[in-house]
């Protein structure tokens, strides 16, 4: 069973800098693509970033510039974690940020995996 756990948010400042982390366990034949996404009280979920298994990155016009979306493959397992390096905040970022895995199973279903969230907080 797939499953992903975010972690790193928290209250930042203004201008500051965070760092969220998506760790990946359990197997799954094959990923496409994971990628983050956040959700603001009271408006949808919406994506921010989003890297395929051939590095290929996609980000919302409102953060490219100031977030990165990266991975990496440690302990030879593709997607172990993905990062985004979120910098220059602004009170907008602020939402609850969820990881998202697409890809599939042995059996070629299609597979979605969402995290828990974790959540951004960026105030004075």
């Known amino acids: 069973q797939v499953q992903l756990v975010e972690s790193g948010g928290g209250l930042v400042q203004p201008g500051g800098s965070l760092r969220l982390s998506c760790a990946r366990s359990?197997?799954?034949?094959?990923?496409?693509?994971m990628g983050w996404y956040r959700q603001a009280p009271g408006k949808q979920r919406e994506l921010v970033a989003s890297i395929t298994s051939g590095d290929s990155t996609n980000y919302a016009d409102s953060v490219k510039g100031r977030f990165t979306i990266s991975r990496d493959n440690a302990k030879n397992t593709v997607f172990h974690t993905v990062f985004l390096q979120m910098n220059s905040l602004k009170p907008e970022d602020t939402a609850v940020y969820y990881c998202?895995?697409?890809?599939?199973?042995?059996?070629?279903?299609?597979?979605?995996?969402w995290g828990q969230g974790t959540l951004v907080t960026v105030s004075s």
């Open positions: 359990g197997s799954i034949f094959s990923i496409y693509a």
């Open positions: 998202r895995l697409s890809g599939k199973e042995v059996n070629m279903r299609d597979r979605e995996v």
